[in-house]
């Protein structure tokens, strides 16, 4: 008697569990893949920040951008646990576990890699202050991050392009070649500005590029990225006018191309003196020169 009973509940007790498995295929809410997108070929970078691991260890960094498409959330060399069902949130709360009024920007791409979210249509970023990688099953915050603005976005013009009117010169960014001696520095003066390059000797067929790349070192990292040839590399220090129209925050660095030989020769990153400044919160006064 027993034994039908069992036969009897086996009978009905697995196929309902095969058409509940079928009906709701819970292995497809795990995520466990790695994805590697390319971020927007011209962006602006409004707010960053850094992951922190909650329940499960997450790493890597978050940025919004603004591109011609819109906003788009990016995660960078990220990393966190698979598990099931698992959202990218953009909470107004600068609480990453604090998901109150959040916008779901969808189910994770991936849980390695570099992947992009685009923002809803009509959502303002500087609302918005942390992220976080949420488990809707478990109704538990993976990971998350604070978001703070950008450097260019804290000391750009807050509208259009209000250059210096002071007859000194006004560092904006700047930094020393590696892989030749000199320095490239962004200046204002007069109403006017200039990237002032000293200490590079001129060379045949050697120009001066002002490259829209965060950290541009080799050739390969300048294919593909927008940049601007300001001529031919001058004995001494020389100014090269730059349009007033350009957003100088957005060309992190200048670069010595060979152009008979199409490599480069030398690249400096352009830096704030803010961004230089030492890590103990004391403001820098390397760079700032006044003529």
């Known amino acids: 008697m027993r034994n039908r009973k069992a036969t009897l509940v086996a009978a009905i007790g697995i196929p ?19 994805v590697n997108e390319t971020g927007p ?15 499960h260890e997450t790493k890597g960094k978050v940025t919004i951008l603004k591109s011609a498409g819109g906003f788009v959330l990016r995660l960078s060399e990220f990393s966190t ?3 099931p069902d698992v959202h990218v949130l953009l909470s107004k709360t600068s609480d990453p576990t604090n998901i109150a009024g959040s916008v779901d920007l969808g189910s994770i791409k991936g849980n390695q890699g570099d992947q992009n979210y685009t923002l809803p249509a009509g959502t303002d970023p500087n609302q918005f202050n942390s992220v976080t ?5 478990f109704d538990v915050s993976f990971g998350g991050a604070s978001l703070s603005k950008s450097v260019s976005a804290r000391l750009a013009p807050a509208s259009g392009f209000q250059l210096a009117t002071f007859s000194s010169e006004i560092m904006v960014t700047g930094g020393t070649f590696r892989g030749l001696s000199g320095r490239a520095d962004i200046i204002e003066k007069s109403g006017q500005r200039f990237l002032k390059v000293a200490g590079v000797k001129p060379a045949t067929g050697r120009h001066l590029w002002l490259v829209k790349a965060e950290d541009a070192r080799t050739t390969a990292d300048l294919r593909g990225v927008a940049k601007i040839d300001l001529g031919l590399v001058k004995a001494g220090a020389n100014y090269y006018p730059i349009s007033k129209d350009i957003d100088v925050w957005l060309y992190r660095t200048a670069v010595i191309w060979d152009a008979k030989r199409m490599t480069s020769q030398a690249t400096a990153p352009l830096r704030s003196a803010q961004e230089t400044a030492p890590s103990s919160g004391q403001a820098s006064t390397e760079g700032l020169r006044f003529a």
């Open 16 to 34: 309902l569990a095969i058409l509940g498995w079928a009906a709701f295929r819970p292995e497809l809410l795990f995520v466990n893949k790695s």
């Open 41 to 55: 070929a011209v962006a602006e970078t409004l707010r960053t920040g850094s992951f922190e691991s909650y329940a």
């Open 133 to 137: 990688v949420w488990c809707k099953r």
């Open 81 to 83: 646990s698979n598990g």
